[in-house]
């Protein structure tokens, strides 16, 4: 298994930035790689969502269908998958951070055979993604023009 992980500071409150993060057709305004999400019923995140997604990662587009597991209203979402090229279960964590703003934790951990064989330049690759998205995240919300 490969654990990546990457926290920023934004200037929101937490039931602003959990609202945009648990609408599933604003991830692609954030997430780079991330080309389409489909989810499979109407609605914001919540447990038992399924989402099918369309990603271009090293130059290869790969279609994953995940699940949220776990939905907790302004604190923690989780979201995996044991299917795909790149089996994995994601971690949006949220916590007040004095004021209005927001501290936000996007974890991320692949497992499988992608997990294994991927050597140090694809991890340097998947944090790098990790980082900007997490920061255009911040600056989508910061600058109010998520809504």
Known sequence: MATFEHTVEIARPVEEVFAFL?????????QVSLLDVKPHRRGPLRCGLEVTERRRFLGREMETTWRCTEHRPCRRSVIETDEGPVPFRGTF???P??????RFTWTVETRGVAARLAGPLVARMTLDELAGNTLRLKHLLEENRAR
């Not at 648990?22 to 954030?30: A, F, G, T």
């Not at 951070?97 to 927001?102: I, L, N, V």
């Open 22 to 30: 648990s609408e599933p057709e604003n991830l692609p305004r954030w």
């Open 93 to 95: 964590a949220l916590e």
């Open 97 to 102: 951070a004095g004021g209005r703003a927001t």
